[in-house]
Each structure stands twice: as C-alpha cells, then as structure tokens.
C-alpha cells in the first residue's frame, strides 16, 4: 500500500518563529489532508490539498502531486499551535485514508 | 466543534467489563469510521461504515464489535478488553469513501474517546 513519511519526527521552537513540516507520499494520491492534533487528543482539519497551495491565516499548504510531496507552513508560531501534525493521503481506487507518523511541534513561549 | 461528538470522554474498565463507546456525527456525511491510536504509533483503521453498511474491517479482534444503526451513529461495543488494548479511539466522518478528488471528502474526527483497561 502507499507509504506516507512525515518529518522532521519533533519540532522545538520559540514562539515567533516560522517552521515547515514535510510529507512524502509513495504513489499518487486523489485525497492529501492535514491535521493538528492537540494535547487533548481532538483531530482538527487544517487543510484538504490534493494539490496546489492554499492558505488559512498564519498557515498555508502546498501540494506537489508529481513530486509526491506535501508541505505544511506555519509562520509565526504561538503557543497553541503545539501538539502533533498528521498528513493522511488516499490513492486513487482506495478506500481509506493512510496516516503519516506525525510531526510534534513544541513552541516555547 | 467538528460535527463529530464521542462519549465518553474517558472510559476506564476492567477486563471483564463490557462498555460502548458512542458517536455522533451532524454533518449529514454518509461514512462513519473508527480509529485507534496508541502511544507511538500512526492512526490504525479500525471500521469503516458507509450508508449503515461495514465496508471494511482491519483484521479487528473481536472483542471490538461495532454498531451502525443509522448513518449519523456509531457504536462501539468492548467485551473483555486486554491492557494493550489502552488507547485514544477515534470516530469520525466523511460524505463518503472512495469519492473522488471532486468531491473533496474530507474526513471531520470527533474528540476521541480515552480508553483504559485495568
């Protein structure tokens, strides 16, 4: 099946700071999200990006289908945006979403 | 607020307990799913429903057994869990699996449900 890698695996950081988490993706996909998982377990879509770039506030997300690579960028890091960071894709003709290992970003305050 | 609601928040059981974990989900989306998650460990696929209907099951033991009885709930009933068996369970939703890219089906999760098992 496909294989999705996540990095870097952890993430310190002041808070200000800018930072880019990365996913690679074994196989083309029809379906790339990403979640921000907080300290209290909830998933929370931040993006639906199969492809191409879109932006939310002080996060944004660009997709390189053919290069099979995803990366998601927060610029100027707060204290809430701590927790874990999934990518999850799904390939053409499959039925579920397969989830990266995650990325923890710690900011410090 | 995601749309997707679990109870209980946290569930502690002993082995020989029986318990249901509940979702509820008022998106009006047509697949339901659980998810496991342990320390370390990527998001497992545990059951996807679509339209009341078990579309998929990974190789889930048995004492997991879930619930459909409608397109908005999820059941997920437990019958003497093991301490490995210790998680954060996720439920969630989407319109749909295996849409496709036009759709944008993105899947909402709902706040997880904290297991224990003493």
């Known amino acids: 099946g496909i294989q999705v890698e996540q990095s870097p695996p952890d993430l310190i950081l002041q808070e200000g700071a800018n930072s880019t988490l990365r996913c690679n993706f074994s196989?083309?996909?029809?379906?790339l999200q990403w979640f921000h998982q907080n300290p209290w377990g909830q998933l929370i879509n931040l993006f639906y990006?199969?492809?191409g770039t879109k932006q939310n506030g002080r996060l944004s997300a660009t997709t390189v289908a053919t290069e099979r690579y995803s990366l998601l960028y927060i610029s100027s890091s707060q204290t809430t945006d701590s927790g874990v960071y999934f990518c999850?894709?799904?390939?053409?003709?499959?039925?579920?979403?397969?989830f990266g290992q995650g990325t923890r970003l710690t900011i410090n305050p | 607020e995601t749309g997707v609601t679990q109870t209980p928040r946290h569930l502690v059981m002993g082995m020989t307990n029986k318990k249901s974990l509940k979702c509820e989900q008022h998106?009006?989306?047509?697949?339901m799913y659980w998810y496991k998650q342990s320390a370390k460990k990527p998001l497992e696929l545990m059951f996807v429903?679509?339209?009341?209907?078990?579309?998929e099951n990974n190789s889930v033991p048995s004492r997991f057994s879930p619930e459909c009885p409608n397109s908005s709930h999820l059941f997920l009933h437990l019958h003497t869990l093991q301490p490995e068996d210790s998680a954060l369970y996720l439920c969630?939703?989407?319109?749909?699996?295996?849409?496709?890219?036009?759709?944008?089906?993105?899947?909402?999760f709902g706040e997880g449900s904290w297991l224990t098992v003493v």
């Open positions: 990006i199969p492809s």
């Open positions: 969630a939703s989407s319109q749909g699996p295996g849409i496709d890219i036009s759709s944008g089906n993105t899947i909402y």
């Open positions: 998106l009006g989306h047509n697949a």
């Open positions: 196989d083309s996909v029809n379906n």
């Open positions: 429903y679509n339209f009341k209907e078990q579309t």
């Open positions: 999850a894709v799904k390939s053409q003709g499959a039925q579920k979403l397969v």
